[in-house]
């Protein structure tokens, strides 16, 4: 299994970029596929997930109305655009999934792919 996100990159407070995370030997309708993302001094946070299992995407408050998880099966790859990005969303940003069952915690994630650092500065 492999998950490897990519589109990261330093963008002005009020900007916007796509992440995406290519799957191989992971399905997107696998029960839970979703972003994370870990701020320096700080602990790995669900950003959004989509739960195949219970047909259910949940956002964290502090995101909601500004990024947008979606996925495209063909290409077996899940994205999230975030716009309206602020200072406090910079943070090294993964994507991880779970085969078995949904979740949306850190530690019920299963697979974790390497990280794409988001860096929001003026």
């Known amino acids: 299994v492999q998950l490897q996100a990519s589109g990261g990159g330093s963008v002005q407070p009020g900007g916007s970029l796509r992440l995406s995370c290519a799957l191989s030997?992971?399905?997107?309708?696998?029960?839970?596929i979703g972003w994370y993302r870990q701020a320096p001094g700080k602990e790995r946070e669900g950003v959004s997930v989509i739960n195949n299992g219970d047909i259910r995407t949940t956002y964290a408050d502090s995101v909601k109305g500004r990024f947008t998880i979606s996925r495209d099966n063909a290409k077996n790859t899940l994205y999230l655009q975030m716009n309206s990005l602020k200072p406090e969303n910079t943070a090294v940003y993964y994507c991880?999934?779970?085969?078995?069952?949904?979740?949306?915690?850190?530690?019920?994630?299963?697979?974790w792919g390497k990280g794409t650092q988001v860096t929001v500065s003026s």
């Open positions: 030997g992971f399905n997107l309708d696998y029960y839970a």
């Open positions: 991880a999934g779970r085969g078995d069952r949904s979740t949306w915690s850190v530690i019920g994630m299963e697979y």
